[in-house]
């Protein structure tokens, strides 16, 4: 039995708006290996959403995660994965698509010259007994069959979790160990065959825990365990007060914003894919991305529409059931609507034991500006009309701009420039002057 | 540079600058030029209500490690935070001085106060924390600074704690180091407990007194997960001051050059 223990993943989406037309999104399912978390939290009160991409024979599937509290039968859930795609799709990082006016109508002159100055059991019970495992609870819920587990020491947890078939990775021990002394116990969860036949589905839901804690984080330290290199998690945050970050690691904005060739259309999941991995590797591998803070209300432009409040109470949103309810969701528009009480931060992290060695410590902030990641094309005019500013847009401004939408591509991905030369038909790239001819002009 | 406080506000305003420029420090710009210019604002009125000779350098080395630690979009609560910091030097007085370093109260309170400000520990990073702590240890190994035993005692006990923590829970070393990985504890040490004008006067007294403040801080950021712990610490225990400065009198510090008047 292979244990899978938190970990996360995503792709892109598609709508009209002021900032753009909506052609395509990046969402999680880009990625291999990758675990997706929903956290919700409002004061203590929490509610920890998980999925992950298990491709196995579903009998094969176990998870273990630690917890800071005693779990009763009604604080666990299944959710619906269409819930977490939804949010996924919702927040996905984005391209949008311009099409260039005619240079010879006089509006347009003067947003040229705006875009020219700024580019943008009994017997086993007594074995657990005897092994200082206490099995505090027994639930069947969905298509899982869950044990909240104690212990006294590491060693009887870890020899337990084995004898009862869970196949732990090694160096468990030792990190069991430190949940146990921090308080926490252990949320055991495996499919039960007959509950998962009755679902109808072939795949796993996603797993839902409500509880109250201090304790804002992510247990990501067993998952790293696995040692199957590095995993790919993704993390949504759902609060009132504003945007999340991590305390114990840097939390950085993915470069967004930028023009980029239009042949990038096509190849839009590889596009983001390259960006992603260069910028983990910008920072050594140590920081955690943002790639999407909003307030739940609105988007611009909209990869998914926001979500619904039936959606966002599945999720946990437990302080919306307080509040009357409200009109029909509006459409994406380019002023926004009433904001509601729910900001969702999207985080995105590549880890493994070396570079992410601690959980994820998590820390709300009363920052409530948007940011999304989103890429822009820009369609030339393709017009017939000769007067001077037209010709001026087709010698000058077009070529100017092939060149700037190239090197950002270049230095985004690490694409070669000749290659993106090429790709967009601008012929070779100048060869970089030697250092010397600047030197002494 | 016989005035430590010179080479602070350098240091201070080369970490801003670099937080600015390649950190990606959240929230709007102007907001770290409304905290100098807020505590600057306060300190002139305040000296005038006082009758003291005006000075700029203390309210501006608070505006300056306020924007390095506390964040926020709202310039109501930066130009609340640069009024507590600065009215507490007035008005918070035991003994012909100050009980709370002011940037500290203004940290600890505002925080308190509204989820409209936070600080961001972990925004700095590795290659960031090591350029820095290269910086301020430098700084603290040439003395530029008065009282630095406060710091290293401070640094040293804080250290003690998470490793001792590290190993009682049997984690690897990786996880005390990344805790100890934070730009925000820096500042803490060699600029804000070790506050010369509000730490104790006798050594012993500033010894146990840095001891404290660890123990205190690590209590509640690992036992109650308060991430600002370590400020809320410095509040609690600034109070204690004064009655160790009765218990154990000392020499009192003084900025060179200046006569004992209110700041």
């Known amino acids: 039995m292979r244990v899978w223990l938190v970990i996360l993943s995503f792709l892109p989406l598609a709508a009209q708006a002021f900032c753009g037309f909506y052609v395509a999104r990046a969402d999680t399912g880009l990625y291999n290996r990758s675990s997706r978390v929903v956290l919700v939290r409002d004061g203590e009160r929490t509610v920890l959403t998980m999925a992950n991409d298990f491709q196995g024979d579903v009998k094969d599937f176990a998870i273990v995660i630690p917890v800071p509290t005693f779990i009763e039968r009604e604080q666990i859930h299944v959710a619906s994965t269409a819930v977490l795609d939804h949010l996924d799709a919702y927040t996905a990082p984005r391209l949008v698509e311009y099409f260039d006016p005619n240079p010879c109508r006089r509006l347009y002159r003067m947003e040229m010259k705006a875009m020219n100055a700024a580019a943008p059991g009994e017997g086993a019970a007594a074995r657990a007994k005897a092994l200082g495992v206490t099995v505090e609870a027994r639930y069947t819920v969905g298509e899982y069959d869950i044990l909240i587990l104690s212990a006294a020491e590491s060693a009887g947890l870890v020899t337990w979790l084995k004898e009862n078939g869970y196949r732990l990775p090694a160096g468990a021990e030792a990190v069991v160990g430190s949940y146990l002394k921090q308080g926490m116990r252990f949320f055991v969860a495996r499919v039960n065959l007959d509950e998962f036949a009755k679902t109808g589905f072939n795949y796993l839901r996603p797993l839902q825990v409500a509880y109250e804690t201090p304790k804002f984080i992510l247990p990501i330290r067993l998952g790293t365990l696995n040692a199957q290199g590095r995993q790919e998690l993704f993390l949504w945050t759902l609060t009132r007060t504003g945007r999340v970050e991590t305390a114990n690691y840097p939390t950085v904005r993915i470069p967004s914003g930028q023009e980029i060739p239009l042949y990038v259309k096509d190849r839009f999941a590889d596009f983001y894919r390259d960006l992603f991995a260069r910028q983990v590797e910008e920072h050594g591998g140590r920081a955690v991305f943002i790639e999407y803070a909003w307030n739940m209300a609105w988007c611009d432009p909209c990869a998914a529409q926001p979500l619904s409040r039936s959606e966002l109470r599945e999720l946990g949103v437990m302080w919306l059931t307080e509040a009357p309810p409200v009109r029909p969701l509006p459409k994406p528009r380019i002023a926004p609507p009433r904001p509601v009480d729910v900001f969702v931060t999207r985080l995105h992290l590549r880890y493994d034991a070396r570079t992410f060695p601690d959980d994820l410590r998590l820390h709300q902030t009363g920052d409530k500006s948007n940011f999304q990641v989103r890429y822009v094309l820009r369609h030339p005019w393709d017009g017939s009309d000769d007067c001077p500013e037209a010709k001026r847009y087709r010698s000058e401004l077009l070529p100017q701009r092939l060149r700037r939408q190239a090197e950002n591509l270049h230095r985004l991905t690490g694409w070669p420039l000749a290659e993106i030369h090429r790709a967009i038909g601008l012929g070779e790239p100048p060869a970089p002057e030697p250092w010397w001819k600047r030197l002494w002009p | ?263």
């Open chain 2, 1 to 263: 540079m016989s005035d430590p406080r010179h080479l602070q506000i350098a240091i201070l305003t080369g970490m801003l600058g670099y937080g600015l420029g390649w950190r990606d420090f959240p929230g709007p710009g102007w907001i770290y030029l409304l905290y100098p210019l807020a505590a600057l604002g306060f300190q002139w009125g305040f000296c005038r209500i006082f009758r003291v000779g005006f000075d700029g350098r203390s309210p501006l080395i608070s505006s300056l490690s306020l924007g390095l630690l506390l964040h926020t979009a709202s310039a109501f609560w930066a130009v609340t935070a640069a009024f507590v910091a600065v009215a507490s030097k007035f008005l918070l007085r035991i003994d012909g001085r100050h009980v709370f370093n002011p940037t500290n109260l203004a940290i600890a309170v505002t925080t308190l106060a509204t989820e409209q400000v936070w600080v961001s520990p972990g925004q700095w990073g590795l290659g960031a924390f090591l350029a820095v702590a290269a910086l301020l240890g430098g700084m603290m190994v040439l003395r530029l600074t008065r009282r630095g035993e406060v710091t290293w005692t401070f640094l040293a006990a804080w250290g003690a704690l998470v490793f001792g923590r590290a190993l009682w829970l049997g984690d690897p070393p990786a996880i005390p180091w990344l805790q100890l990985q934070n730009v925000a504890l820096l500042i803490f040490a060699c600029f804000m407990i070790s506050d010369p004008m509000t730490v104790p006067d006798h050594r012993a007294a500033r010894v146990g007194f840095a001891v404290l403040v660890a123990v205190v801080g690590y209590v509640l950021q690992y036992h109650f997960y308060i991430d600002e712990g370590l400020f809320y610490a410095l509040a609690l225990c600034a109070p204690l001051v004064p009655w160790l400065n009765r218990r154990l009198p000392g020499t009192r510090y003084r900025w060179p050059g200046t006569v004992p008047s209110r700041r």
